[in-house]
């Protein structure tokens, strides 16, 4: 399973690339804004050239030639760089365009089966299902991905299922075990899926012996 951060905060990326824990980034129009760098294009490019590898990169255009002018100039702006569409009915479109093209879609804001079949045939490389915001409306977020995961392996379809919005270590380790290509999470859930009790107890025992080994 890869682990994409879900953030634009350069020094948050480098922290857990330095854990070999950072296979790709996804950012997203909020996230840019909590970044705060108006030079949203440079900011991108430095993303890419830190992580060697995917980056995605939101459309803000609405429309489906406004998207795909915005989608091909970000795609410009390194090898790395996936562009992100939003799952409406004029995204599709410029899903299908741009994947026409070989340029790579990650297609956000999915929150059903029957959207994640139709990116896949629009020919995204990647689905994002967005597991948190459905769990905020007490909907079972997981259902969804367990859903995308088996309608994706019936028909073997090439799309990568990328599960978005996670929000605890839980989540990660429920889309690991339903086969998930991607999740794309927080850098404070990677924090978090280091940590046991257990670890921390034993290693202070471990210590504890030690120092009283060396008469300490
Ligand atoms: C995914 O690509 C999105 O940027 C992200 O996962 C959204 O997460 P949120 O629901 O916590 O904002």
Redesign the pocket.
Known sequence: MKFFI?TADIDAIAEIKAMGMCDGV???P??MAKAGRQDTDALLREICDLVEGPV?GEVVATEAAEMIEEGKRLAKISEHMVV?IPTTYEGLKAIAALSREEIPV?A?LVFSPSQALLVAKAGAAYC?P?V??LDDISHDGMDLIEQVVTIYTNYDLDTEV?V????HPGHVVEAALMGADVG???PKVIQQLVQHPLTDRGLAAFLADWDRLQGR
């Open positions: 879900d996804t950012t997203n909020s996230l995605s992100k990650n956000t994002s967005f948190g915001r990328l978005a919005s996670i929000r794309t999470m927080p």
